[in-house]
């Protein structure tokens, strides 16, 4: 499980995130929506343990993964490579993740010889491979159009249905929140505070 237990997040003297407390189980997936600006990166690198200037207190599991809006790959390492170098993952590991995420054969190419949404592709791979304990991701959809982010939207919930990570998902999407959710919660308020909603539905097999 992850917990955070915040009392104040502040860029210089600006206060940013307001008190809250969070808590995801293995196999929760946590939406957070709300307007733009609100804290939503900012709370998720927290999350990831990239940030760590802030008061409170977070508890979070061991393998962390993060899905970033913009792909974040290594542009002169080769595509097999960017999945391997930062994970630790194994050449077949990595080909195996790859193969799922419909990127067989081109784990030779270059970051640049790829659309953006192989590369988001590659990212997501890059993500499950180690199986995280917890998965942060940010927007990972944006920029792409309606029929890749439905393909990639299924990939991920098929993904997160085999691996059960702790997931925290960032989106000013409706339908993305909607299909990968279990729980929904709004940032919002200056300094931002996590209003959750209800819980709405849980997922088979959650
Ligand atoms: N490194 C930084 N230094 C100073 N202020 C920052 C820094 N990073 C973010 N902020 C400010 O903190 C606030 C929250 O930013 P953040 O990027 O977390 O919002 P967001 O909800 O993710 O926005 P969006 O939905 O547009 O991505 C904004 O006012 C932003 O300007």
């Known amino acids: 499980m992850i917990a955070l237990d915040l009392t104040a997040k502040s860029f210089g003297a600006t206060q940013v995130l307001g008190p809250m407390r969070l808590r995801v189980e293995p196999g929760e997936v946590l939406g957070i929506s709300g307007p733009s ?3 939503k990166s900012t709370l998720l690198r927290i999350l990831a343990g990239i940030d760590r200037r802030f008061e409170g207190m977070l508890d979070a599991p061991g393998r962390r993964a993060m899905v970033f809006q913009s792909p974040t790959l290594m542009p002169w390492r080769r595509v097999i490579d960017n999945v391997t170098i930062p994970t630790g993952a194994t050449t077949a590991e990595a080909a195996e993740i790859l193969a799922r995420v419909g990127l067989a054969g081109l784990e030779r190419r ?3 010889q790829l659309s953006l949404g192989q590369a988001r ?19 990972p959809f944006a920029s ?47 300094p931002a505070r996590l209003i959750e909603a209800q819980r709405e539905r849980v997922r088979a097999g959650s």
């Open 37 to 39: 600006g609100a804290g």
């Open 110 to 112: 270059w970051p640049g």
């Open 121 to 139: 592709r590659v990212g997501i791979a890059r993500a499950f491979v180690g199986r995280p304990d917890l998965l942060i991701l940010d927007e």
């Open 144 to 190: 792409l159009d309606a029929e890749r982010i439905e393909d990639l939207l299924a990939l991920t919930a098929a993904l997160i249905a085999e691996t059960r990570p702790a997931v925290v998902l960032a989106s000013h999407a409706e339908h993305e929140l909607a299909t990968l959710a279990t729980r929904r919660a709004r940032l919002d308020g200056r």
